[in-house]
């Protein structure tokens, strides 16, 4: 069970002799995945927006009434700070955390982060690029899974900073499809501009050929 302190902020932790799976972190009921070296991008943006429903983006980003080497210690504005600290911490793995533990603010923690993302962001739009053109339509998965699967593939890269167009992401569909597929891709190569249309038409095709397997039954 998932432990849970006075703040309403509960950590899930890998149990030994169990498969790894994602950390996560409950925070007043709204679950986030821990920080670890390969999330950094999908991370960075949920972390942010769990830090402004908690109010606590502006020690994170800090003005100059809230800059932490201006806070009286004891202060209520001290504490706030010291939440936002721990409460980042809490939303980062140990393994990551090890390369963090010399900083003593939210902000400076934070700051560390985003150039980290920097120096990580070539290599992994790279990494990503590689998997988009390489990804294929599994066997036995659904069409829907198929669509998702590319969409996050896609998000995650125009989060590192990469340029990715609705046409780009028609493109990837279209190529990962089977040859049993070549009728489909063709019509759908005619709609490369219209993401839902394509979306629509592989879905479209799914149906139609589940429909034929139960008819021959």
């Keep these: 069970m998932p432990a849970i302190d006075g703040n309403g902020y509960s950590s899930q932790r890998h149990r030994p002799g169990r498969v790894a799976k994602a950390q996560k972190v409950s925070i007043h009921g709204t679950k986030i995945s821990k920080l670890t070296p390969w999330n950094y991008y999908t991370w960075i943006s949920e972390a942010e927006s769990v830090l402004w429903i908690e109010k606590k983006w502006g020690y994170v980003k800090p003005n100059s009434t809230t800059r932490s080497n201006s806070l009286i210690e004891g202060s209520k504005e001290w504490k706030e700070e010291k939440t936002t600290f721990h409460l980042l911490k809490l939303m980062i793995t140990a393994e990551v955390w090890q390369d963090l533990s010399h900083y003593t603010t939210a902000s400076d923690v934070w700051q560390a982060l985003e150039k980290q993302l920097e120096a990580r962001a070539e290599a992994h739009q790279r990494l990503l690029l590689q998997k988009l053109e390489g990804v294929k339509l599994l066997k036995e998965e659904s069409m ?8 996050k593939l896609t998000a995650e890269f125009k989060l590192c900073g990469g340029s990715a167009s609705d046409v ?5 569909l279209i190529k990962g499809l089977p040859s ?22 592989l879905l479209g095709e799914e149906a139609y050929r589940i429909d034929m397997k139960t008819c021959r039954l």
């Design 180 to 201: 049993e597929y070549k009728i489909v891709q063709t019509i759908a190569n005619s709609h490369r501009q219209d993401l839902e249309k394509v979306k629509a038409l």
């Design 144 to 151: 829907q899974s198929y669509i998702t699967r590319v969409g």
């Design 168 to 172: 780009s992401m028609t493109s990837y």
